[in-house]
């Protein structure tokens, strides 16, 4: 089997990568490096430093036609969204339908797409399901709910066959210390650097925090299930800001001074998403509490400082 990893020089993307290989599985990564890294791929992928709006990105998945395509490239900070709401849909909306015309014609069987909990906005529900209203507080949540709307589009007219996955927030290992979910890779750094801990607004809003290698194996499972299905990657669990910051400075074994902020413009309050249809359809679910996987990524980190990330083999 041959893939195609857009995005595979990030954050989850890079993880992804490193999986398929581990499973024998022929990988080609396709990234400008905007925000990804290429110390970060894997030296067994194909590596191929190239815009997903472009011609060349459709020419190489022609040329690849690979079975399946794991769409993660994207534009993924919400305020730069705020900032730039053009160059936002340019990358999450006509990026994609770039990657989908390539995949139609190149006969691609499986287009697995990245999509957030930021589609569904501030809907201040305890929990939330698949079928819930989707009204984004943010441009990249409204291009990422666009992109999803073409995905269905190309399956109606041309019977593209996809899966699309709402990741809820995630962490983990490589996570840079910004943009979407980055509060706790924020944490780390800030308290690595010895410096306070800014909280946007009362530190109360909560999330669903989820491991990057959960979302890895959602991904993988989606190879074999949940053909034209719209489906939540999460843990159901809900943690405010103040209880991660305490989790993680019990981990750390350091004390640091908070300074509360305003809240900014388009944050969600409250964001917990069932991961009820995940287990259904993918027949998955999450294998790390957030203690399991906050102590993971501090272990990593740490030994990524003292120079020993090679030899954790994440
Ligand atoms: P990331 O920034 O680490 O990864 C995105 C990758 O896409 C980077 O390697 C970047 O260089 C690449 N990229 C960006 N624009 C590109 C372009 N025009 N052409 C080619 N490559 C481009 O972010 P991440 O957190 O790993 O996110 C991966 C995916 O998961 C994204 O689609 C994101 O929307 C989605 N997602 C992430 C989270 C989260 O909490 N991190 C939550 C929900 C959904």
Redesign the pocket.
């Given at each position: 089997m041959k893939v195609i990893v857009?995005?595979?020089?990030?954050?989850?993307?890079?993880h992804l990568v490193d999986e398929l290989i581990s499973k024998g599985i022929k990988v080609h990564v396709?990234?400008?490096?905007?925000?990804?890294?290429i110390e970060?791929v894997n030296p067994q992928a194909n590596m191929y430093v190239?815009?997903?709006?472009?011609e060349d990105?459709k020419n190489i998945i022609s040329y690849i036609r690979p079975d399946a395509v794991f769409?993660?490239?994207?534009?993924?900070?919400v305020e730069k969204s705020l900032q730039n709401p053009s160059h936002d849909a340019?990358?999450?909306i006509i990026?994609t339908i770039n990657m989908l015309e390539a995949c139609q014609k190149a006969k691609v069987k499986k287009f697995i797409?990245?999509?957030?909990?930021?589609v569904y906005g501030n809907l201040n529900k305890g929990i939330i399901s698949e079928d819930e209203e989707t009204v984004p507080s943010s441009y990249?949540g409204l291009s990422?709910l666009t992109a999803e709307s073409y995905i269905r589009l190309f399956y109606e007219l041309y019977r593209q066959n996809y899966t699309i996955l709402?990741?809820?927030?995630?962490?983990g290992p490589?996570?840079?210390p910004k943009?979407?979910?980055?509060v706790v890779s924020v944490f780390f750094d800030r308290i690595n650097k010895g410096g306070s801990i800014s909280i946007h607004g009362d530190g109360k809003q909560t999330r669903d925090f989820?491991y990057v290698h959960d979302?890895v194996n959602a991904n993988i499972a989606a190879l074999d299930y949940g053909a034209q299905e719209t489906i939540q990657i999460s843990t159901s669990q809900s943690t405010s800001i103040n209880e991660i910051l305490s989790l993680i400075t019990e981990i750390n074994g350091i004390q640091v001074t908070k300074e509360f902020t305003p809240p900014r413009e388009g944050d969600i309050k409250h964001s917990c998403l069932s991961n009820k249809k995940a287990q259904d359809i993918l027949k998955w679910s999450p294998m790390y509490s957030i203690e399991a996987g906050l102590k993971e990524t501090y272990f990593h980190q740490t030994s990524a400082l003292d120079g020993h990330e090679e030899e954790t083999n994440d």
């Open positions: 857009t995005g595979g020089a990030g954050f989850i993307g890079s396709l990234d400008n490096l905007s925000s990804g890294k970060q190239v815009d997903i709006c472009s990105a769409h993660l490239a994207a534009q993924v900070d340019d990358v999450n990026g797409f990245a999509s957030t909990s930021a990249y990422k709402r990741y809820a927030n995630v962490y490589r996570q840079l943009g979407e979910g980055g989820i979302v």
